[in-house]
């Protein structure tokens, strides 16, 4: 079905130096003295979901551009308009969706048939029901909170952003949505033989083979490494933000003056860092390859090649150095 003026608003219709051999205290034993000398106040206790929320959240509302630019950005792909390629872009949006409720939602909006991925749990393809060329129109729902897009305008990924909201949970800023997304570009081999994988420009290419059509694996193993790597990128810009936080407190030191942080705030800030490093290492797929490539090697080469370029384990390793060093400082 092609379409129509009406079927195009109905579309937007429906759719964001210390002193050696010093006889003075350290400064870290008087940061201990004063504490003990202190009053205990009652403390908060800091789950793993508040300080979720401490993430997914209020430390982005505060994230400049000039903070996120802090760590090296590697150059990202433009939109191209050249025949036979296409773009593909994911948004990480928050820290989890509903994906249960997203279903019923795209079911009654009824502009994307929402589809299952074979022994892929916690993931939706839903497949665009109104055809505007041949190149079909695809979105990857991931049930940690991010989104992937295949062959969509800009448009019309802005209305799919403002129709997630209502499924999100702990949202992320918009800026740092945007400034974390990724594009990349893909197009088909002319070689029905020829296997997937990322051709010398970084372009995601697809095989084709009629026989037997893999086509939607292949493009949810795209958008599962291509994901994780923006999911990644909201926690490096969480951690930029966390050390702008305590950057005072290493200025302190270093000059042998009083800290300025009061026992709750040290273990408030503990819990920050435990609770980053637990999604880091714990609650991902960084740091290893999902059950779901285990039984199909060509998915699992492609998804690890695409990691690779995206540098997942380089990135992942100096997070968890950074998070080392600030757990050694406060």
Request: hydrophobic content about 30%; glycine content about 4%.
């Given at each position: 079905?092609y379409?129509t003026g009406?079927?195009?608003?109905q579309?937007?219709?429906a759719?964001?130096?210390?002193?050696?051999f010093?006889?003075?205290?350290?400064?870290?034993?008087?940061?201990?003295n004063?504490?003990?000398?202190k009053s205990p106040?009652?403390?908060k206790?800091?789950?793993i979901?508040?300080?979720?929320?401490?993430?997914?959240?209020?430390?982005?509302?505060n994230?400049?551009?000039?903070?996120v630019k802090k760590?090296?950005?590697?150059?990202?792909?433009?939109?191209?308009?050249?025949?036979?390629v296409f773009n593909?872009?994911a948004?990480?949006?928050?820290?989890?969706?509903?994906?249960?409720?997203?279903?019923?939602?795209?079911q009654k909006q009824?502009l994307y048939e929402?589809?299952t991925?074979?022994?892929?749990?916690?993931v939706?393809h839903?497949l665009a029901?109104?055809?505007?060329?041949?190149?079909?129109?695809?979105i990857?729902?991931?049930?940690?909170?991010g989104?992937?897009l295949w062959?969509?305008t800009?448009?019309?990924?802005?209305?799919v952003?403002n129709f997630?909201?209502?499924?999100?949970q702990d949202?992320y800023a918009?800026?740092?949505?945007?400034?974390e997304?990724?594009?990349?570009?893909y197009?088909y081999?002319t070689e029905a033989?020829?296997a997937?994988?990322l051709?010398?420009?970084?372009?995601?290419v697809l095989?084709?083979?009629?026989?037997?059509?893999?086509?939607?694996l292949?493009k949810?193993?795209f958008?599962?490494a291509?994901f994780?790597?923006?999911?990644l990128?909201i926690?490096?810009a969480?951690l930029?933000k966390?050390?702008?936080?305590?950057?005072?407190?290493t200025?302190d030191?270093r000059?042998g003056?009083?800290?300025?942080?009061?026992?709750?705030?040290?273990?408030?800030?503990?819990g920050?860092l435990f609770?980053?490093?637990?999604?880091?290492?714990?609650s991902?797929?960084?740091l290893?390859?999902p059950?779901?490539?285990?039984e199909?090697?060509?998915l699992?080469?492609?998804?690890?090649?695409v990691c690779?370029?995206f540098?997942?384990?380089?990135?992942s390793?100096v997070m968890?150095?950074?998070i080392n060093h600030?757990?050694a400082l406060?």
């Open positions: 079905m379409f009406k079927s195009l608003l579309i937007r219709s759719f964001t130096t210390l002193k050696p010093s006889t003075k205290p350290s400064i870290f034993q008087q940061t201990v004063r504490l003990k000398s106040a009652p403390l206790t800091y789950s979901a508040n300080v979720s929320r401490f993430l997914a959240s209020s430390p982005h509302e994230i400049t551009s000039i903070q760590r090296p950005l590697r150059k990202k792909k433009t939109e191209l308009s050249s025949p036979g593909v872009v948004f990480a949006t928050s820290e989890e969706y509903n994906l249960e409720s997203l279903v019923e939602g795209l009824d929402p589809q991925i074979p022994n892929a749990h916690d939706v839903g029901k109104y055809k505007v060329e041949n190149e079909p129109r695809e990857f729902f991931f049930r940690d909170g989104v992937v062959n969509i800009d448009m019309e990924s802005s209305n952003l997630l909201k209502p499924y999100q949202s918009e800026r740092v949505v945007q400034a997304s990724e594009i990349m570009n197009k081999h033989a020829k997937s994988g051709d010398k420009e970084g372009n995601f095989s084709v083979d009629l026989e037997n059509d893999t086509t939607n292949t949810y193993t958008s599962n291509m994780l790597s923006v999911k990128g926690w490096e969480s930029d966390y050390i702008d936080e305590i950057e005072g407190v200025d030191l000059r003056q009083k800290i300025n942080m009061t026992r709750e705030e040290v273990l408030r800030k503990h920050e609770a980053l490093r637990h999604y880091l290492n714990l991902s797929d960084v290893d390859t059950d779901f490539y285990w199909n090697e060509q699992e080469t492609l998804y690890n090649q690779v370029y540098c997942i384990n380089k990135r390793k968890n150095e950074k600030c757990v406060i």
